[in-house]
Nanobody, 120 residues
Framework: QVQLVESGGGLVQAGGSLRLSCAAS????????MGWYRQAPGNQRELVAA???????NYADSVKGRFTISRDNAKNTVYLQMNSLKPEDTAVYYC??????????????WGQGTQVTVSS
């Protein structure tokens, strides 16, 4: 019913920047919260940043001051601008979108994941 397409991952040197995008499409009535999670090998998936429909934002302590989450409601897209990247930011990044579909039921949808690798 709803598809998420992520883009923007890649390989970057420490101190560099990347911008991730996640676009939602399909049977969307409304989009509630949007967020980014990451999972490094051997670790649990963790919240990186989230933004509600009202614009409230939450960041993991480890990325505060370096990452910025934003959303374009007209495009059903969420972004993650990542600056001052560190090797410990290396992970697969997943977007998560809470969507109320046209049947008025609410679901969580996950993107396919995009690899971010930061070299030292």
């Amino acid at each position: 019913q709803v598809q998420l397409v992520e883009s923007g991952g890649g390989l970057v040197q420490a101190g560099g920047s990347l911008r991730l995008s996640c676009a939602a499409s399909g049977s969307i009535f409304s989009i509630n919260a949007m967020g980014w999670y990451r999972q490094a090998p051997g670790n649990q998936r963790e919240l990186v940043a989230a933004i509600t429909s009202g614009g409230s934002i939450n960041y993991a302590d480890s990325v505060k001051g370096r990452f910025t989450i934003s959303r374009d409601n007209a495009k059903n897209t969420v972004y993650l601008q990542m600056n001052s990247l560190k090797p410990e930011d290396t992970a697969v990044y997943y977007c998560k979108v809470v969507v109320t579909v046209t049947s008025r039921t609410t679901f969580d949808y996950w993107g396919q994941g995009t690899q971010v690798t930061v070299s030292s």
